[in-house]
């Protein structure tokens, strides 16, 4: 089901946009439960506790991927509202050149990193090789979680929120199977659990390609939009990158930095450039249109800023502190 924000009622479409958003960041959220179910029953308590370690450092990553793909999302939003789908091409094309190889960087950094990962999560001494082992094959598929997130981005940007939930939805029940036969049949523990997860991710991928492909982009896109597009790149990462650190102070309860540094950016930057640039002659919608990323460039620099003080505070206390 594709929402059109540009006619009719805005709220009956956001409600039918936004919900099936919740319920396939929900499902997604659940991987890690769902293996943790299935192998407290089937395993022992060294690989329980590999799982809960790992499923928390996976949950982080993918959650970073979802909020940097929502720069996608706005940008083909916007184009598609505006009538300017030649413009659509270079942005799918873009996000899939610069994701992917953020894919792959991470799928063979994490080899090396899982490790110092585990002991930086406190990882227990029993379980460490488990928990090594779990991260280590999940980032090994670190491609399919980046490239779910990138065809999810593309769906919702289009209006059309319903298919990554189904396909998602479909992915997760092939979880379970997955952590049946190999946790509970094959008696692989976290690793299982780790393999039916890529798998589950895989298919998720395979499905968005083949709706995808069935239904055609609904604007012109071909391989020579697949590259380095610096401009477009940027664009994604100034609209991705707040949203990212958005959540990860939410996650830390530092909601009151997250509601300081958003009217720093609109009241302190955005408005007050948006009327001095309006009143220089001779006026330009582009100058006055700089308000918008001179506010962004501000929030993340608050962000980076605060993210680096906390950090200080918790290498000193080694907890964060509410």
Known sequence: MKNDFTQGKIVPALIRFVFPIMFAMLIQSLYGAVDLMIVGQF?????????SVGSQLMQS????????????????????????????????????F?????????????????????RILNAPAEAFAQTVAYTRICCAGAVFIVAYNILGSVFRGIGDAKMPLV??????????????????????????????????????VVLSFLIIRRRGMPFPFSRRDIGFHKKVIGRILRLGAPIAFIGFFNG???????????????????????????HMKPVSIFRIGLATPSSTFVQIILCFLYFFHCRKEYVGTGVWRE
């Open 61 to 96: 990553l993918t959650m970073f991927f979802t909020e940097l793909a929502v720069g996608t999302t706005v940008l083909l939003g916007q184009y598609i509202g505006q009538q300017r789908q030649d413009k659509c091409g270079a942005v799918v094309g873009a996000t899939t």
């Open 43 to 51: 395993s022992d308590a060294a690989n329980v506790s590999a799982v």
């Open 98 to 118: 610069f994701f992917a190889g953020m894919g792959l960087v991470l799928a063979v950094a994490m080899q090396w990193l899982s490790a110092p990962a585990a």
């Open 252 to 278: 830390c309860s530092r909601t009151t930095f997250v509601m300081a540094q958003g009217i720093a950016g609109a009241f302190g930057v955005r408005v007050p450039l948006s009327i001095l640039f309006s």
């Open 167 to 204: 396909t998602v939805a479909i992915a997760a029940v092939f979880n379970v199977f997955g952590d049946l036969l190999f946790v509970a049949g094959l008696h692989r523990g976290a690793a299982g659990a780790a393999i039916a997860t890529v798998m589950a991710q895989a298919l998720s």
